[in-house]
């Protein structure tokens, strides 16, 4: 069964820094986009960062110049560093990616979620 497992949410001062990583398991045969979303509370799920397989990388205009979202193909992994973090950052951050694994004798394609990580920056 796939799973997307996050890490490195926690707290920071605004300025200050962190990095997310993505951890997607179990049998998979190719891992396509993977992105990084964010929830604040009582706001709608956004995307932060996006990043194709063989590197291609898309940005919201809110993050543009502060993180960077890069992978490592060989581990199935997705990081999100996150430099100047403002308040504004604070929100629960999920990973998504779009793969490919077994499913009933056949190969699937389908998005995954991660179950989030949260992030707070305080003022």
């Known amino acids: 069964q796939v799973q997307l497992v996050e890490s490195g949410g926690g707290l920071v001062q605004a300025g200050g820094s962190l990095r997310l990583s993505c951890v997607a398991s179990?049998?998979?045969?190719?891992?396509?986009?993977m992105r990084w979303y964010r929830q604040a509370p009582g706001k709608q799920r956004e995307l932060v960062a996006a990043?194709?397989?063989?590197?291609?990388?898309n940005y919201a205009d809110f993050v543009q110049g502060r993180f960077t979202i890069s992978r490592d193909n060989a581990k199935n992994t997705v990081y999100l560093q996150m430099n100047s973090l403002k308040p504004e950052d604070t929100a629960v951050y999920y990973c998504?990616?779009?793969?490919?694994?077994?499913?009933?004798?056949?190969?699937?394609?389908?998005?995954?979620w991660g179950q989030g990580t949260q992030v707070t920056v305080s003022s």
């Open positions: 179990g049998r998979i045969f190719n891992i396509n986009d």
């Open positions: 998504n990616a779009d793969l490919i694994a077994p499913r009933n004798g056949f190969a699937v394609g389908r998005d995954y």
């Open positions: 990043i194709t397989d063989i590197g291609n990388t």
